[in-house]
């Protein structure tokens, strides 16, 4: 896959992606379900698109089911 290092993203996408998944329901559903890497991209992606506090959700929600040793774990199972 190619990396481009710079993209444009038309605003009523931007707003759609962060209407849908900056969704703290939706992160709570599907957080525990995502790898330690996905729930990284997808909480760039909402930080890059303006929404920082929809990425901290995200990792909220994964970091309640992390294993000890992995990237989120916390003893509270909130994010670092």
Do not use: N
């Not at 599907?30 to 890059?48: I, Q």
């Not at 698109?49 to 040793?69: C, K, M, Q, S």
């Amino acid at each position: 896959m190619a990396i481009m290092s710079t993209a444009t993203i038309p605003t009523p996408l931007a707003a759609r992606f962060l209407d849908v998944w900056g969704d703290a329901y939706l992160a709570d559903d599907l957080g525990t379900r995502l790898t330690c890497h996905e729930v990284d991209v997808l909480a760039d992606m909402l930080a890059a698109l303006g929404d920082p506090g929809a990425a901290a959700t995200w990792i909220g929600a994964h970091a309640v089911d992390d294993d000890e040793g992995d990237a989120h774990h916390t003893l509270k199972g909130s994010p670092q």
